[in-house]
């Protein structure tokens, strides 16, 4: 069996995600605003830009329709739930806010997209917590040595689904 950890170098170009949004809004995002959301990630954090990454990008609605597959009023709607849910900033070039979509559509300039800094703090946080360790890309056995992986709540929930569902039909 080969070495189970891939060194960095072999995975090649990726983009820092935050954790947060994979753990805490994939599953609450619909598809057209999680796309949405992505491109914006690499388009931000995806590009150095002097010692760290970009805070924000300007992205026309045709690049965004070419890089998520979606149309522009689907895109339009996805931007403005992405804004109100808090996890995307609009602005102009000189940094006002463009918070809603009539706002949005009346500036004449180049639209700024950045995540929100609220996903940062969480991350900063996090990482005071958590000790510094070797990154690999295998997995790890938790520190307990007992592995939790959540089926024992989804086998409950299936279970109470079920029998709710097969009663009902009775």
């Known amino acids: 069996m080969q070495d189970e950890t891939v060194a960095l170098e072999e995975v090649g170009a990726f983009v820092p ?13 619909k598809d057209t605003e999680w796309r949405l959301l992505c491109v914006v990630v690499r388009q931000t954090l995806g590009w150095k830009s002097g010692e760290g990454r970009k805070r924000r ?3 026309s609605q045709s690049q ?3 890089r998520t597959g979606r149309y522009s009023a689907a895109l339009s709607c996805a931007l403005d739930v992405l804004v109100r849910q808090g996890l995307l900033c609009c602005s102009t070039r000189e ?6 979509p ?8 180049r639209i700024y997209i950045a995540l929100a800094p609220r996903l940062f703090e969480g991350a900063k946080e ?10 690999s890309l295998a997995p790890s056995a938790p520190e307990s040595g007992r592995m939790f ?13 079920w029998s709710a569902g097969s009663s009902a039909k009775e």
Not at 95 to 100: A, S
Not at 102 to 109: L, S
Not at 149 to 161: D, H, L, N
Request: net charge positive; hydrophobic share 30%; proline share 7%.
């Open 64 to 66: 965004l329709i070419k």
């Open 95 to 100: 940094g006002k806010p463009l918070l809603t």
């Open 102 to 109: 009539q706002e949005r559509r009346q500036h004449r300039g």
């Open 126 to 135: 996090q990482q005071k917590e958590q000790p510094k360790r070797k990154r």
């Open 17 to 29: 995600f935050p954790s947060v949004l994979l753990d805490e809004w994939l599953p609450r995002l």
């Open 57 to 59: 990008d300007w992205m």
């Open 149 to 161: 992986t959540g089926w024992e709540q989804a086998g409950a929930i299936f279970e109470k689904r």
